[in-house]
Nanobody, 117 residues
Framework: QVQVVESGGGLVQPGGSLRLSCAVSGNRFSISTMGWYRQAPGKQRELVASITSGGAANYANSVTGRFTISRDNAKNTVLLQMNSLKSEDTAVYYC???????????WGQGTQVTVSS
């Protein structure tokens, strides 16, 4: 059974930094794309950043230049370094792992990020 576990959320002041971590276990096939999504109260879930197994990264316009995604294929982990955080970054952040060969995706339980003074 595939498990996706996030960690690293919390409360931070505007302008501060946080790093989110995600570990995937139990998969028998290679993970194609790993990514982070977020959902703020009353809003739809949106893509924050994603990264392929080859290292190609994609970012939402709102976080470009402030967030950096990276992954370790051998460990099935993905990190999201978030700098210069703004109040509008407040949301529950979810890790996502896609296994293209099976056309399946898996989600973590979410971790709360709150940016407030």
């Amino acid at each position: 059974q595939v498990q996706v576990v996030e960690s690293g959320g919390g409360l931070v002041q505007p302008g501060g930094s946080l790093r989110l971590s995600c570990a995937v276990s139990g998969n028998r096939f290679s993970i194609s794309t790993m990514g982070w999504y977020r959902q703020a109260p009353g809003k739809q879930r949106e893509l924050v950043a994603s990264i392929t197994s080859g290292g190609a990264a994609n970012y939402a316009n709102s976080v470009t230049g402030r967030f950096t995604i990276s992954r370790d294929n051998a460990k099935n982990t993905v990190l999201l370094q978030m700098n210069s955080l703004k109040s509008e970054d407040t949301a529950v952040y979810y890790c996502n792992a896609k296994i293209m060969i099976l056309q399946l995706e898996y989600w973590g339980q979410g971790t709360q990020v709150t940016v407030s003074s």
